[in-house]
């Protein structure tokens, strides 16, 4: 990295948001030498989608992210490696996937009975098999136009498998509801099966969970590198304002860019990093900036999905499930990834009754022996989040009871994440919506402010943007966030080392 120069000292940085993106930027900042950088987050807390609680004790929830995606290449993973952060616990992987079956996911029917694992695991490794083609850029030709969802139909319907076992379809339908947790879409219907191949599953083990620190000892790290008084909280930013020209008489060095908090505080800058979610973006773009965004990333704002996943845990006071019981998953009859369950859903209300069917199951949380964690996405998820949490428990509690038919005691604590309904990020994280050209628009949205061909000197890079979303073959994840937050901080050093 290239030594600071007097100028790229002077120069002033905010950092909008203080989650991953915008924490890996102002420490690659300072790192730099760069003596200015004022981080504003919105929220009473930094760490943005990171959120690790203590509800029920002593040991982590993450209401947030959860796990490492991949180690090789991946800094994220790097770094909590090297700080001794991860988990030493096998077990702690959590979370019921198609992929991560252990014989020990109890797959109950709507009736009552257990599903055997032999055909639940068949299934769920077809699932792979085919999730996999498409990640790995190896779908044929036909599926190419095809939805994620249609692609899986069909070639699902293609396989021996869905016709030599009787609930098989079923048991399809709960994969590919499992899978809107990893897209964050409402239904793999409404993603796109051949942009699968631009996110980038890096190698190593793709579920890494964090030690007893949780998440939030990554966020801490990163909390380190910053000068003291770097990072504000409770400063929600309310717009910026860039392209600003010398006033005549002007005190003290000019700086093109105003941040204007909620509270009425102004920022002087040379340049903002806007890490704000996509969510926000969608919610606030048009309002946000002055002059407002060029059409193009207007548009690539709109195109991109974000989607919304959350979690609903429930406490007991012990546990009901067999010692040797993993996960709690629930088998439909009529499940809502069906596509003619989907067909007829997706116009009118009718979904709303039936929210609840978008669980996928409740898994046991690790070092909290008598808690169970429900994952929900979509539209259904955003729907709860406007429950009462009385109506959440009795539901929870009766999906319980009904499929599994054990003696299923009241919860004694209940809490679900309401990412959907956090002003300040308004969902949980990207997809790319069926018929968009993902890199196309992250590239877009990704770009700086003015156009970085006509910068110079006295034109500087002035609004950056950064975060997760802008990412084109890890958006989604930490990973995403963290380098799309290095990548704008070297951005504006290479601009200060061409001037040099
Ligand atoms: C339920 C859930 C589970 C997840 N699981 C995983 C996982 O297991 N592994 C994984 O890799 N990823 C996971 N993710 C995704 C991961 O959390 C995100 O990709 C990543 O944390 C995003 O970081 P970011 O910095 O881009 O955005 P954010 O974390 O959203 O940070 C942006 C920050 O900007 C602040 N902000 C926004 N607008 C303003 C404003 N106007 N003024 C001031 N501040 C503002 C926000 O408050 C926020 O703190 C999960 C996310 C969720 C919600």
Redesign the pocket.
Known sequence: MSSPTAVSSSAKVVV???????LSSAATLAQAGFEHVQV????SR?????STIRPFGPNVIE???????GQDGNPVFSLAERHGLLSQDASARGMCQPGSLTPHDYFFREDGTLLSHKGVKQVCALFSQLTSRAFDNKLEEKFHSKSFGQYLDEAFADSPLASSFEDAAKVFEWCKRSECTDEASSSLYETSALEQKEYTCLEGDFYNCLGPGGYQAVVDVLLKLLPPGALLCD???TYIRWGLEPQAKGSGPFRPVKVLCEDGQEFEADHAIV???LG?LKDRASVFFEPTLPEDKIQAIERLGFGT???IFLRFNEQFWPEDCTGIQLVWEKGPEDKTIYCKLSEGDAWREMWYKKISGFDIVSHHPTVLCAWISGREAQHMETLQQEEVQQVCVRLLRSFTGWSVPEPTQVLF?T?WSNP??KG??TFVPFGVKGVREQQVLAAPLPNSSICTARKPLQVLF???ATHENFY??????FV??IREAERIIDFYTQQK
């Open positions: 909008i948001g203080a989650g991953l993106a915008g504003l987050e919105a929220m930094p760490g943005g989608r990171i209401l947030g992210a959860n796990w490492v995606h400063r929600p930013v890490t704000s979610s926000f996943v959350d979690k994440s990412w300040h990020v949980s994280y950064a975060g997760e989604t994840t930490t990973h995403g966030a799309s937050g």
